[in-house]
């Protein structure tokens, strides 16, 4: 008995002295397979604006506004499914309800809103076809929404629209997919055109 714990004790310390030291790994995310990029025309008989958006995308009217109904039948979502996004787009006519400067102020205050959680905040000064003209809000960080914008012509038409996931905020983890997406959001503002 004597014998055989000299040895048990050699046998753990030669057990334990093979260990490699261990470093810690990052966390690994999934491989993203982006689609080929292709547009269609949104051209809906009745509605004041057409663009182009992404053949893997999906169009649908929005019915519902803060589980109210959305002051007039021409805000739309833009569906992209297998990236778990909306860009929701949102329609509004100028006029004495609707002042200019008022939907204008109010862009910039939504947008404001996520400085609490943003890194930064640009403003990016856009101007697409004739009469098209607004900014895109690069907000930095983990907000909800990252990507955000508004056109007008400034006399009768403005659109408001903003990229959400459904999903947690994680800047890290939403990047590609928010970086591809965007692509397609500056696409729609650059093919955006009144009618």
């Not at 007039?72 to 860009?87: L, R, S, T």
């Not at 038409?157 to 500056?186: C, I, W």
Request: glycine content about 6%; some cysteine.
């Amino acid at each position: 008995m004597k014998l055989n714990a000299p040895l048990l004790m050699l046998f753990v310390f030669l057990c334990c002295a093979c260990r490699e030291a261990t470093t810690p790994r990052p966390k690994g995310y999934f491989k993203i397979d982006f689609p080929e990029k292709k547009y269609v025309v949104f051209e809906q008989e009745g509605y004041p604006y057409a663009f182009e958006y992404p053949t893997y995308g999906t169009v649908v009217k929005d019915s519902t506004f803060f589980e109210t109904t959305p002051e007039n039948p021409y805000w739309v979502n833009i569906d992209f499914p297998q990236f778990g996004a909306k860009i929701y787009l949102s329609y509004k006519m100028i006029g004495d309800s609707n002042k200019i400067e008022l939907l204008i102020n109010d862009a910039f205050k939504m947008t404001g809103k996520h400085s609490i959680k943003a890194s930064y905040i640009d403003e990016i000064p856009v101007r697409g076809q004739a009469g098209v003209s607004g900014f895109i809000f690069d907000v930095g960080g983990n907000v909800a929404t990252g990507k955000q914008f508004y056109v007008t012509d400034s006399t009768r038409h403005f659109v408001r629209g903003a990229l959400y996931f459904e999903a947690t905020p994680n800047f890290d983890s939403l990047q590609p997919a928010e970086k591809f997406l965007y692509q397609d959001m500056q696409r729609l503002i650059q093919t955006l055109r009144w009618k």
